[in-house]
């Protein structure tokens, strides 16, 4: 089993900036994609950006110029910065990963943290 812990969540100001991070631990060989999802309240769960293992990445529209997310295959860590960020970024954000050998969507979630961004 894998497990994915979450971290660098709280709360900021619009326009501020927050890094999250993400470490799996476990039972791992390695990891295919990782990634964030996120879930505001009322709101379906979206993806904000994935990263495969050779480090090509894809960001929601909503995200694009704004964020940048980040590996580092020999620690199985994925790292989000968000910069400039708004109230409607405030969300639960979700890292998430794909096992070895398998494709997206994830097998594997973390809880989660949040981000609040005042205005």
């Known amino acids: 089993q894998v497990q994915l812990v979450e971290s660098g969540g709280g709360l900021v100001q619009a326009g501020g900036s927050l890094r999250l991070s993400c470490a799996a631990s476990g039972s791992i060989y390695s990891l295919n994609d990782m990634g964030w999802y996120r879930q505001a309240p009322g709101k379906q769960r979206e993806l904000v950006a994935r990263?495969?293992?050779?480090?090509?990445?894809v960001y929601a529209d909503s995200v694009k110029g704004r964020f940048s997310i980040s590996r580092d295959g020999a620690k199985n860590t994925v790292s989000l910065l968000m910069n400039s960020l708004k109230p409607e970024d405030t969300a639960v954000y979700y890292c998430?990963?794909?096992?070895?050998?398998?494709?997206?969507?994830?097998?594997?979630w973390g809880q989660g943290t949040q981000v609040t961004v005042s205005s």
């Open positions: 998430v990963a794909v096992a070895y050998g398998r494709n997206w969507p994830p097998n594997y």
């Open positions: 990263i495969t293992g050779g480090g090509r990445s």
